[in-house]
């Protein structure tokens, strides 16, 4: 029979006592709990909540979307910051503002009395034409990997569980509750595995998302060889999965508690008190192992504070000057100059008289209370929409930049230079969960609009507010300047006028590869890539995962992965490399001077790439293994410092299930982007 406490009683517990080891408390719980409770805590209610369990003072764990700022409701009645997009984060290749980020977004959760922030989502950006792609970080698992475990760290820093979603291979929007990915081991292995792997073991991370589709023909919530045996087993994680919102629909109740998903979400269906039950009754699960779901759920509800005294926790800020300004210079170093002839950037504000500003992504602004997907550019596009106190326009940021000294037309004719704020919104079919993008291309108005305006003035620059790559090749050779300023977030304007000002040098470089047409790129090779023939999807193309295939192919990109310009420019110089043969528990310590050249301040990142030349299997021509971001002033030189060991040269082999190093030379190349390769150097691993 179940016990009735007192308040008082309830306090007494040894799990209240705060001074005592978190297992202590765990096991004490668990050991008060009757199966009936348990069964009760594998579903959630009311879409953000688990249901608590009052006799035992259990209360409601909380969590909240997403990934670009906190949304407790879908209304907007309450304000959050909005960060920029993951994939503008992404391209600041900084993983001191991921957690800086992580952290704000954290405090923010906490101030709401929430526990859990559903995000970082960071599945691998397998095609640009994902409705997902802008809310995903990068086509490069290294790339991914040291964002993710920031981001995580982040988070985790205010005592709230980041939910690192969606595990795995949800790479597309079409089909996505049907279909399966098709993936090799490898693969797997070494692009679509390695960043959740480092969350768990690099960030501790507390909570995983299952996605909605088939891995191999097994849905992701009731996959035991992906949560059971790879997460939990091999991995290490100590922290609860959570179904998406309504994943469970076509599982078991059986596969799933097997597998070891903890929570169904958002409402009991698979995991009811009742089929759970009744399943157990049937002897088609454990008690043992619905102890350890539920075990893993009440250890991240002790990790939150869930039972302690408030004044032992963090504070939460929500909406703060700092949040903001976090948010401004994400954006101002996720921003990515991807043209810039005859440096019409940066525009001098004491030569300018009037600046025409024309495009459809000028002046969008959220309509409150608006159907989600719909009047929104900046914020939105599904379960990442959140409601910011304000919204800084990319008109409203150059008018406050201007104001008193440039007149702001609309009229490209009679301006000294046009500015054409192009690119795609949240709308289903563009950057947005739920579908993926109908087209590759600009909206054909939009293709007409920078024809024309090129026409009327040769000096435009074209800004592009999107999330995932887009064909130019109709109008880029056109206009002398492109900015890429993703959606940005809340100061968007404010980030994107300080870039076109020379404020902001810009230093972003891209995540992702931008091909010159859709059918160059991995994904779109066949039907059976992509979209997928009777609800398979095939990873025909395996490893060459973004420019790891463009390498391959030796396909000229529209932009390459890595590819960012600056308003100065920096050379490379005297690339050292510390040894010439290595073996297997040595450090590698390449170095290399960077010089700016040119006359402003500005920051470079220096990437790092391993090419393996003697390999009995096939590997990339080359792959990011670090990377190094720089602030030099003209004329200033910085030596650089990058260590590889042993695992950086390394690859998943098929037939030894393992990761191995086979003796042989590597080149180690360093370069401005994946395509700009500026020094290189050889190394020898002896075995
Ligand atoms: C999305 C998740 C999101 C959840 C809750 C799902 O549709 O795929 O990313 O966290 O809804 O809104």
Same mark, same amino acid.
């Given at each position: 029979?179940?016990?009735?406490?007192?308040?008082?009683?309830?306090?007494?517990?040894?799990?209240?006592?705060?001074?005592?080891?978190?297992?202590?408390?765990?096991?004490?719980?668990?050991?008060?709990?009757?199966?009936?409770?348990?069964?009760?805590?594998?579903?959630?209610?009311?879409?953000?909540?688990?249901?608590?369990?009052?006799?035992?003072?259990?209360?409601?764990?909380?969590? %909240?979307?997403?990934?670009?700022?906190?949304?407790?409701?879908?209304?907007?009645?309450?304000?959050?910051? %909005?960060?920029?997009?993951?994939?503008?984060?992404?391209?600041?290749? #900084?993983?001191?503002?991921?957690?800086?980020?992580?952290?704000?977004?954290?405090?923010?959760?906490?101030?709401?009395?929430?526990?859990?922030?559903?995000?970082?989502?960071?599945?691998?950006?397998?095609?640009?034409?994902?409705?997902?792609?802008?809310?995903?970080?990068?086509?490069?698992?290294?790339?991914?990997?040291?964002?993710?475990?920031?981001?995580? *760290?982040?988070?985790?820093?205010?005592?709230?569980?980041?939910?690192? +979603?969606?595990? $795995?291979?949800?790479?597309?929007?079409?089909?996505?509750?049907?279909?399966?990915?098709?993936?090799?081991?490898?693969?797997?292995?070494?692009? %679509?595995?390695?960043?959740?792997?480092?969350?768990?073991?690099?960030?501790?991370?507390?909570?995983?998302?299952?996605? %909605?589709?088939?891995?191999?023909?097994?849905?992701?919530?009731?996959?035991?060889?992906?949560?059971?045996?790879?997460?939990?087993?091999?991995?290490?994680?100590?922290?609860?999965?959570?179904? #998406?919102?309504?994943?469970?629909?076509?599982?078991?109740?059986?596969?799933?508690?097997?597998?070891?998903?903890?929570?169904?979400?958002?409402?009991?269906?698979?995991?009811?008190?009742?089929?759970?039950?009744?399943?157990?009754?049937?002897? *088609?699960?454990?008690?043992?192992?619905?102890?350890?779901?539920?075990?893993?759920?009440?250890?991240?509800?002790?990790?939150?504070?869930?039972?302690?005294? +408030?004044?032992?926790?963090?504070?939460?800020?929500?909406?703060?000057?700092?949040?903001?300004?976090?948010?401004?210079?994400?954006?101002?170093?996720?921003?990515?100059?991807?043209?810039?002839?005859?440096?019409?950037?940066?525009?001098?504000?004491?030569?300018?008289?009037?600046?025409?500003?024309?495009?459809?992504?000028?002046?969008? *602004?959220?309509?409150?209370?608006?159907?989600?997907?719909?009047?929104?550019?900046?914020?939105?596009?599904?379960?990442?929409?959140?409601?910011?106190?304000?919204?800084?326009?990319?008109?409203?940021?150059?008018?406050?930049?201007?104001?008193?000294?440039?007149?702001?037309?609309?009229?490209?004719?009679?301006? !000294?230079?046009?500015?054409?704020?192009?690119?795609?919104?949240?709308?289903?079919?563009?950057?947005?969960?739920?579908?993926?993008?109908?087209?590759?291309?600009?909206?054909?108005?939009?293709?007409?609009? $920078?024809?024309?305006?090129?026409?009327?003035?040769?000096?435009?620059?074209?800004?592009?507010?999107?999330?995932?790559?887009?064909?130019?090749? !109709?109008?880029?050779?056109?206009?002398?300047?492109?900015?890429?300023?993703?959606?940005?977030?809340?100061?968007?304007?404010?980030?994107?006028?300080?870039?076109?000002?020379?404020?902001?040098?810009?230093?972003?470089?891209?995540?992702?590869?931008?091909?010159?047409?859709?059918?160059?790129?991995?994904?779109?090779?066949?039907?059976?890539?992509?979209?997928?023939?009777?609800?398979?999807?095939?990873?025909?193309?395996?490893?060459?995962?973004?420019?790891?295939?463009?390498?391959?192919?030796?396909?000229?990109?529209?932009?390459?992965?890595?590819?960012?310009?600056?308003?100065?420019?920096?050379?490379?110089?005297?690339?050292?490399? !510390?040894?010439?043969?290595?073996?297997?528990?040595?450090?590698?310590?390449?170095?290399?001077?960077?010089?700016?050249?040119?006359?402003?301040?500005?920051?470079?990142?220096?990437?790092?790439?391993?090419?393996?030349?003697?390999?009995?299997?096939?590997?990339?021509?080359?792959?990011?293994?670090?990377?190094?971001?720089?602030?030099?002033?003209?004329?200033?030189?910085?030596?650089?410092?990058?260590?590889?060991?042993?695992?950086?040269?390394?690859?998943?082999? #098929?037939?030894?299930?393992?990761?191995?190093?086979?003796?042989?030379?590597?080149?180690?190349?360093?370069?401005?982007?994946?395509? !700009?390769?500026?020094?290189?150097?050889? $190394?020898?691993?002896?075995?």
């Amino acid at each position: 029979m179940s016990k009735n406490y007192s308040e008082e009683e309830l306090s007494q517990l040894p799990f209240r006592d705060e001074s005592e080891e978190l297992e202590e408390r765990i096991s004490d719980l668990l050991s008060r709990l009757t199966l009936e409770e348990k069964f009760k805590l594998c579903s959630g209610r009311q879409l953000w909540h688990t249901k608590p369990i009052k006799r035992l003072g259990i209360k409601s764990f909380t969590m %909240y979307d997403g990934p670009h700022g906190v949304r407790p409701d879908r209304m907007g009645e309450v304000k959050s910051t %909005y960060f920029p997009s993951a994939i503008c984060r992404a391209a600041t290749w #900084d993983p001191n503002l991921s957690y800086e980020f992580g952290k704000a977004i954290g405090e923010e959760v906490r101030e709401l009395g929430a526990h859990m922030l559903l995000a970082p989502g960071i599945n691998i950006q397998r095609t640009p034409m994902n409705g997902r792609t802008f809310e995903y970080q990068t086509e490069d698992p290294h790339l991914n990997k040291i964002l993710a475990v920031a981001t995580v *760290k982040g988070i985790q820093s205010q005592k709230i569980a980041a939910c690192v +979603k969606h595990f $795995i291979c949800n790479n597309q929007e079409t089909d996505r509750f049907t279909a399966s990915s098709e993936v090799s081991e490898r693969a797997l292995q070494e692009i %679509y595995l390695p960043a959740f792997k480092a969350t768990v073991q690099d960030a501790d991370a507390w909570s995983f998302m299952t996605c %909605y589709n088939k891995v191999n023909g097994i849905y992701g919530s009731e996959n035991f060889n992906l949560l059971r045996e790879r997460l939990m087993d091999n991995w290490g994680f100590r922290g609860f999965t959570v179904s #998406d919102w309504n994943a469970t629909a076509y599982t078991s109740t059986e596969g799933c508690v097997k597998a070891g998903l903890s929570l169904e979400m958002p409402t009991a269906k698979k995991l009811s008190k009742k089929n759970v039950s009744k399943a157990f009754q049937e002897g *088609k699960f454990s008690e043992e192992t619905i102890d350890d779901n539920i075990k893993r759920l009440l250890r991240v509800m002790f990790l939150v504070g869930l039972f302690d005294h +408030k004044r032992t926790l963090p504070s939460g800020y929500r909406n703060t000057p700092e949040h903001q300004a976090i948010s401004r210079k994400i954006a101002e170093n996720g921003i990515v100059l991807l043209k810039n002839k005859e440096s019409l950037l940066p525009l001098d504000i004491s030569k300018l008289k009037k600046i025409a500003v024309v495009g459809p992504n000028l002046n969008f *602004k959220l309509i409150e209370g608006e159907k989600i997907g719909r009047n929104e550019v900046l914020s939105g596009g599904g379960s990442s929409v959140n409601f910011p106190p304000y919204e800084i326009t990319p008109l409203e940021g150059l008018k406050q930049k201007c104001k008193d000294r440039i007149e702001i037309i609309e009229t490209p004719s009679k301006a !000294d230079v046009t500015i054409i704020f192009a690119g795609l919104n949240h709308e289903l079919g563009m950057d947005a969960e739920g579908e993926d993008k109908h087209n590759f291309e600009l909206p054909l108005d939009q293709i007409e609009l $920078i024809k024309n305006t090129v026409k009327q003035n040769p000096n435009t620059i074209v800004v592009l507010i999107n999330g995932s790559p887009l064909a130019m090749n !109709d109008w880029i050779h056109l206009v002398p300047s492109v900015i890429e300023a993703w959606y940005g977030g809340m100061e968007a304007g404010k980030a994107i006028a300080n870039v076109l000002f020379g404020d902001v040098n810009p230093s972003g470089k891209l995540p992702i590869t931008f091909p010159k047409k859709l059918s160059d790129s991995p994904a779109h090779m066949s039907e059976r890539t992509y979209p997928g023939v009777e609800k398979e999807v095939f990873y025909d193309e395996g490893i060459y995962v973004g420019y790891r295939h463009f390498d391959k192919e030796q396909i000229e990109p529209l932009f390459p992965f890595g590819y960012g310009l600056s308003y100065t420019t920096f050379n490379y110089e005297n690339i050292k490399i !510390d040894k010439e043969k290595f073996s297997k528990n040595d450090t590698v310590t390449v170095s290399v001077d960077i010089v700016n050249t040119g006359n402003r301040s500005g920051t470079e990142i220096i990437q790092l790439y391993v090419q393996d030349i003697e390999s009995s299997a096939d590997r990339p021509p080359k792959e990011l293994k670090k990377f190094e971001k720089v602030k030099l002033e003209p004329n200033e030189r910085n030596t650089v410092e990058l260590n590889l060991n042993f695992c950086d040269f390394s690859f998943y082999d #098929d037939s030894t299930h393992s990761w191995i190093v086979e003796p042989g030379t590597f080149n180690i190349l360093l370069g401005s982007s994946s395509r !700009d390769i500026r020094l290189q150097g050889k $190394i020898e691993f002896l075995g």
